[in-house]
């Protein structure tokens, strides 16, 4: 590293591990599945393959909070080893996690007056948040000090555009997000709906379209427009199991913005078990999170 400071975030980054230079690291986030808790100690974290093939089977699966101790026991340990931090965290709109990491800040700061810790609300989720974190490890190797670093990224949270489907209309029934009977008549007209991640970091949907080729052919137009003018040399694709229409977005994004290193890889189950089965997520950099 060129500066002394880790950068880290939360387990929900979804970013490949190649991509992960020295001085980088993730608060591991916990999931139970029809009541077996997978914390990576208790039980090991299951494979993608593993865990999203037993939700498709009806698992019944919950997520929770990074615990204030957690996070505090996680910052201390960089502090302890003369290293400040900056950590992006999941998006406070999807979480109470962040609040969890402000109050173990603050608690921090009394006892390492002399070390730094900045915080970033990325009001993202998965590839959006990798986004960030990409920037904050440019930033950092290439000499920026941790406080223009973590105001440089801040500045750029409003700019990760996420849009996404899923293929299954009733889990985000049971997940609180979309109402029962929208649920089941989107489900027998073969309604695939468009979400967004909004202004404020939470769940919004953007439009309705029938059928699968078309929901891609429009996620990737509405992105490429939104993304004009901007920066981006990575696009990140996430998927829950659905390889061929994350390989068909992937091929639609690169021809229409030219942007070579698209990386698709599985979404992690924090946030999958949100989305569901055959679900598909994209983000780059683009104009203000709105769904304009």
């Not at 387990?11 to 997978?38: A, F, H, Q, R």
Request: charged share 25%; glycine share 8%; with cysteine.
């Amino acid at each position: 590293m060129n500066t002394k400071y880790f950068i880290t975030s939360d387990s929900t980054t979804d970013i490949p591990e190649n991509l992960c230079p020295k001085g980088y690291d993730t608060i591991k986030m916990t999931y139970v599945l029809d009541g077996v808790l997978y914390d990576g100690e208790t039980n090991d974290f299951l494979t993608p393959e593993a865990f999203y093939e037993q939700l498709r089977a009806g698992a019944v699966v919950s997520t929770s909070l990074v615990p204030e101790q957690t996070a505090l026991e996680f910052f201390e340990s960089k502090l302890k080893a003369g290293y400040d931090v900056l950590h992006i965290g999941f998006s406070s709109g999807l979480s109470g996690t962040f609040d969890n990491y402000v109050k173990a800040k603050e608690k921090l700061e009394k006892k390492y007056p002399e070390r730094k810790i900045a915080l970033i609300d990325s009001k993202s989720a998965s590839g959006g948040e990798g986004l960030l974190v990409l920037k904050a490890i440019k930033n950092r190797d290439n000499g920026m000090d941790i406080l223009s670093n973590a105001s440089d990224v801040g500045s750029a949270v409003d700019n990760v555009i996420h849009l996404f489907t899923v293929d299954d209309l009733m889990h985000l029934y049971r997940g609180g997000r979309l109402s029962k009977s929208k649920a089941i008549m989107g489900t027998l007209a073969h309604i695939k709906p468009v979400l967004i991640i909004n202004i404020e970091g939470k769940l919004e949907q953007f439009m309705k379209v029938s059928g699968n080729n078309l929901c891609i052919k429009t996620i990737a137009e509405n992105l490429a427009h939104r993304a004009k003018g901007f920066e981006n040399d990575v696009c990140f694709i996430t998927h829950t199991m659905a390889l061929g229409n994350a390989e068909k977005l992937k091929a639609k994004i690169t021809e229409l913005t030219g942007v070579e290193n698209v990386y698709v890889m599985p979404c992690s189950p924090i946030i999958g078990a949100h989305l569901g089965y055959g679900a598909v997520t994209i983000e780059m950099f683009g104009s203000p999170k709105n769904p304009k």
